[in-house]
């Protein structure tokens, strides 16, 4: 995840700094950091390209304008100029900036810190690199998990990856996929810096993003199914997330040597359906059919069936597609559909008439749920990974 202006202000070595313009653009991104020390004074002759990189905080003493404020004004508008997403100022060489520099700032959303603790520069470029590095490991993270995903990392790497995320990994593991509408990618920083703090969980449970949703990896030295539950119980309380809100996809318990890959795969699709189904949670074990289709997801076989099948509906304006995945998502409750629907069920009890006519009009009711059943749900499947 880019780290943004706004972000500096969780690290510790910011607590004091002071945001004094450019209130607007503390959602820039920062991936370096920069001193202006004398680029701008009168008469430099350099070219500024070549010394400011951009999206990066910039920090000054200003003690080149001291003597010459208007250099202050005339440094914010270049650096806004060149892409630099904030400057900081320490204030003990100029304690106040002048007024048309806070304004030019304002205008341009250009944000200024100002500090003025024993804060050195060194120690602020530490900060923000080891931040910046901090998502660039999320960032890796993801990818890999992607990979394991589609099958094509090695035991070898999976086996590497594994220790990487926590060296302290027990003997079993299980994963449980998150996903919701609550989890924008504020939230989910959020969430990832608060679990952070909680070193003594951290121990044995692991928060990984993942998309728009989180994985937890939790792991027992033991495959008692009520240790993992009360562990993922302490997780959800330090992340502060109410199980109905969200939905959750549990893999089965297994060994930490050599399933690693598998029960992050089964979490994936169990939370996945869970998303499909509109239901709170789904456990693997009981996922039926979805098994198989999970498992050959990617063979052409799939996508054929589903595509042909299901081509006189998606060519339509939506209705009768919408119905038929609604209706399968309820099992063929004709209430639950309705209700969903927001329609009589008499309403979907002709729309499905319809829908055999166009795609199966020679199949009998049984045959029909059953076909329309396995073409839905490896469309809704596909969709759902693509997103």
């Not at 520099?101 to 205008?107: L, T």
């Not at 449980?176 to 990832?192: H, N, Q, R, T």
């Not at 109410?242 to 050599?258: C, K, L, N, Q, Y």
Request: charged share 30%; hydrophobic share 40%.
């Amino acid at each position: 995840m880019t780290l943004k202006v706004k972000d500096l202000f969780d690290i510790e070595i910011f607590r004091n700094f002071r945001l004094v313009a450019g209130e607007g653009g503390l959602n820039r991104p920062v991936k370096t950091t920069e001193i202006l020390d004398f680029e701008f004074i009168q008469g430099a002759d350099m070219d500024r390209k070549n010394v400011f990189e951009g999206e990066s905080i910039t920090l000054t003493s200003l003690l080149y304008a001291i003597d010459n404020p208007q250099l202050i004004t005339d440094a914010v508008r270049r650096l806004n100029e060149l892409n630099v997403s904030c400057m900081a100022y320490k204030t003990a060489v100029v304690s106040q900036l002048p007024q048309e520099a806070i304004d030019y700032a304002n205008s341009h959303n250009f944000p200024i810190l100002e500090f003025g603790g024993d804060e050195f520069f060194e120690d602020i470029i530490f900060a923000v690199r080891k931040e910046i590095g901090a998502g660039q490991d999320l960032l890796e993270i993801e990818m890999t998990l992607e990979d394991i995903l589609d099958k094509s990392l090695s035991a070898r790497e999976i086996s590497r990856f594994a220790k990487r995320l926590n060296p302290e990994f027990k003997r079993y593991v299980r994963c449980v996929g998150i996903m919701g509408e609550i989890f924008s990618s504020e939230k989910i920083s959020a969430l990832l810096k608060s679990f952070s703090r909680h070193e003594k969980i951290g121990r044995k449970a692991s928060l990984c993003k993942f998309r728009e949703g989180l994985f937890i990896i939790l792991t027992q030295d033991t495959d008692e199914i009520s240790r993992f539950n009360a562990l993922l119980t302490d997780v959800l309380t330090v992340l502060e997330l109410e199980p109905s809100a969200i939905h959750m996809g549990f893999s089965t318990v297994r060994r930490m040597d050599g399933q690693f890959d598998k029960v992050v795969r089964e979490a994936f699709w169990s939370c996945i359906v869970a998303a499909m189904e509109e239901k709170s949670s789904r456990q693997y074990e009981e996922l039926g059919i979805y098994r198989f289709i999970t498992s050959e997801i990617n063979s052409p076989n799939l996508k054929e069936y589903a595509d042909e099948f299901l081509k006189p509906l998606t060519d339509g304006d939506g209705e009768l597609l919408r119905t038929a995945k609604t209706y399968i998502m309820c099992r063929g409750d004709m209430d639950a559909a309705a209700k969903r629907l927001f329609c009589h069920k008499n309403t979907v009890r002709y729309r499905l008439s319809r829908i055999q006519e166009m795609v199966a009009p020679e199949t009998n009711e049984k045959e029909f749920f059953e076909n329309l059943a396995l073409a839905v749900r490896i469309y809704m499947l596909m969709k759902y990974r693509d997103r």
